[in-house]
């Protein structure tokens, strides 16, 4: 039923009220007040907030942990190496020609340097020489590719040793016939433990497997590959054609400076010959893994919210009936409804901005001990962490009015009976 | 020339021909035609068995429902014309309301619990404090001012609920079974100290079971079946 509002008839009864801000004022107290004397409650309640900007705050530091160590291993591992390849197919000249290497060294910036060409043999295990040249059947005969490097090569693409050593001038002007082996061609050829009684044969020739390599910074194909010194690829096969390419180790700063001037020092009439290669291209791996992050963190954002807004309703809701007589004396003591679902909200809000504040210190621990474990650098999103509380109040707010409208619109008569 | 004469001041709060009928099949006819008054200073006890209309009356009488027929009057003016809001606001600063389960906070103090009393009745926070501790003193728990709910006794917590009902300075108190939870002597204190607000100007209307109390009373009206059977004057 509808009353019509009878304004003379309400200003005679009323008693003068206080302002807005003063009753704005009391509810957020009242409603404080409320939340410490039912810490317990108030702690389950916002426990869903808690874990859930935890999680939020522990995704975007992870994000951004991630982020930074994944560029700057990108960083690193770009700016490190420049390669240089030959892109004149059958030139007249060599493209490294003798003290091309010594004066690439000289470059301020550059700590190594060496070259490489493919050569157009295969080397084969020592076993095929004795291998039964009557047999009726076609055997499989391992082979892998051989290239032809300067010494300095394998120092300046950072190899790393399984075996033995790599190559040296030494090995190329005393010790004659000598390979390395990348871990991959070793383990096609059979070769296992070089102890300088190894062999592999290329074109006919044994050579003695003087090391084998199990990694390299910059170009993983090399791992398949059986290394030969350059001169004795000179003397053997003649000087490379094509398809030589230059590696140089420099300083980080000085890797596009390099990059600019070896190609003029070397060929300074075309300098076009020599094209750097960029192995890994940052400007178009570095968004996608971090688009990627970015979907998980909108993700986790998402449930995030929705489990914090499911969690908080959820415990406010059920906590009515329990409270169900203080919202009748509240009624009975001349609190609107809206007064009523004001107190609710806010004492909603109240937990999520608290739960977030909790939640934040949560996920920060997080970060940096899964930071740590991984010997990353923590890196903490700083927009994250300043909106987790608002978000927090604003999750909290939202989770609150479906209680609040519930509580505001139970019958005082009811609620006192219960 | 004929001398003015005063016209005699208003009841503090009547109820003319009140009925009250829940919806339902069959509806439930709780009140019939009911009529009574408080005077201010005067103590009305609402006296019946369970289910006689009592405490649907009180609710009534409190604004906390509405007659489906009648009228509740403050003062002389009919609150059957106030919307929810000024009804609301009537509430918080002409009634006051003394519950048989006290009804306190349990995470408050007694002055805090008092105070709770004052926060809709537009008193400035300043002055709650002050006014809470002049309602306790007047039940006599000045010195309990501090005490959480559950250090109270009985009769302890239900003259804080009436210190809450009274710090607003009401026109009409209305209590349920006041002593309906309370050993003798404490229903005997706290009688006392509902028959010592009668010189203050406030209407006491009181449902009780307990014969002391109606006894008490300046008059006591007997209901049956929502509808007054009997209304005498005490002594």
């Known amino acids: 039923m509808r009353h019509r509002r009878d304004r003379p008839a309400a200003r005679s009864l009323r008693r003068s009220g206080g302002g807005r801000a003063a009753a704005a004022r009391d509810i957020v107290t009242e409603a404080a007040l409320s939340l410490l004397g039912r810490s317990g409650r108030a702690a389950a309640t916002a426990l869903s907030v808690v874990i859930g900007v935890a999680a939020f705050v522990t995704a975007s530091g992870l994000t951004a942990t991630a982020g930074a160590s994944v560029n700057a291993r990108f960083e690193s591992f770009a700016a490190a190496e420049v390669t240089l390849a030959d892109s004149t197919p059958n030139a007249s000249t060599p493209a490294f020609g003798p003290g091309a290497l010594a004066a690439v060294r000289g470059l301020p910036g550059v700590r190594g340097a060496g070259d490489l060409w493919s050569v157009p043999v295969r080397a084969t295990a020592a076993a095929t020489l004795f291998a039964a040249s009557d047999s009726p059947y076609v055997q499989y005969v391992p082979s892998v590719s051989v290239v032809a490097a300067s010494p300095g090569l394998l120092s300046a693409d950072h190899a790393s040793y399984k075996f033995g050593a790599g190559l040296t001038t030494v090995d190329a002007h005393v010790h004659g016939d000598v390979v390395v082996l990348g871990a991959t061609a070793a383990a096609d050829l059979g070769v296992r433990s070089p102890d300088g009684q190894e062999a592999v044969i290329v074109d006919g020739l044994p050579f003695v497997v003087i090391g084998v390599f199990k990694g390299v910074q910059s170009d993983p194909s090399l791992l398949t590959d059986a290394i030969v010194p350059d001169s004795t690829a000179r003397r053997l096969w003649g000087p490379p054609h094509s398809g030589s390419q230059l590696d140089i180790a420099v300083d980080p700063p000085a890797a596009s400076q390099v990059e600019h001037e070896v190609p003029l020092l070397l060929h300074p009439e075309d300098p076009t010959r020599l094209q750097g290669i960029t192995l890994a291209q940052p400007p178009i791996v570095q968004p996608a893994v971090t688009s990627d992050l970015t979907s998980l963190l909108t993700v986790v954002t998402l449930a995030m919210l929705a489990i914090s807004i499911a969690g908080i309703a959820v415990t406010m809701y059920s906590s009515i009936s329990e409270r169900a007589f203080e919202v009748g004396l509240r009624r009975a003591l001349g609190a609107t409804r809206l007064n009523v679902a004001a107190q609710f909200i806010v004492e909603s809000l109240l937990v999520g901005a608290g739960g977030a504040v909790v939640g934040i210190a949560l996920g920060v621990c997080a970060v940096v001990v899964i930071a740590k474990a991984h010997a990353w650098l923590p890196v903490l999103d700083a927009s994250a962490i300043a909106v987790a509380p608002a978000l927090g109040a604003g999750v909290g707010a939202l989770a609150g009015l479906l209680p609040a409208f519930r509580a505001s619109h139970l019958d005082p008569v009811e609620a006192l009976r219960r | ?235």
């Open chain 2, 1 to 235: 020339m004929a001398e003015a004469v005063d016209p005699a001041p208003a009841p503090a709060l009547e109820a003319v021909a009140v009925s009250k009928t829940y919806p339902g099949s069959p509806p439930v006819h709780a009140l019939h035609e009911v009529t009574l008054s408080a005077q201010a200073g005067q103590h009305v006890a609402l006296v019946g068995r369970s289910g006689s209309g009592k405490s649907t009356l009180l609710n009534l009488l409190g604004l906390l429902d509405r007659p489906s027929s009648g009228e509740i009057r403050l003062a002389g003016t009919d609150t059957g014309t106030l919307g929810d809001r000024d009804r609301t606001a009537v509430r918080a600063g002409r009634v006051g309301f003394v519950f048989q389960a006290f009804h306190l906070l349990d995470y408050r103090t007694a002055a805090e619990n008092v105070e709770v009393g004052l926060l809709h009745a537009g008193v400035p926070r300043r002055e709650r404090r002050a006014r809470a501790l002049e309602a306790l003193d007047a039940v006599g728990l000045s010195n309990r001012a501090h005490a959480a709910p559950a250090t109270l006794s009985g009769g302890e917590k239900q003259r804080v609920a009436i210190a809450r009902a009274i710090v607003t300075r009401p026109t009409v108190l209305l209590s349920d079974e006041p002593t309906g939870n309370l050993d003798s002597i404490s229903a005997e204190n706290v009688l006392a100290i509902l028959d010592s607000l009668k010189p203050t100007g406030v209407a006491l209307v009181t449902v009780t079971h307990d014969p002391q109390v109606a006894a008490a009373a300046d008059l006591t009206v007997a209901l049956a079946d929502g509808r007054v059977i009997d209304a005498a004057v005490e002594g």
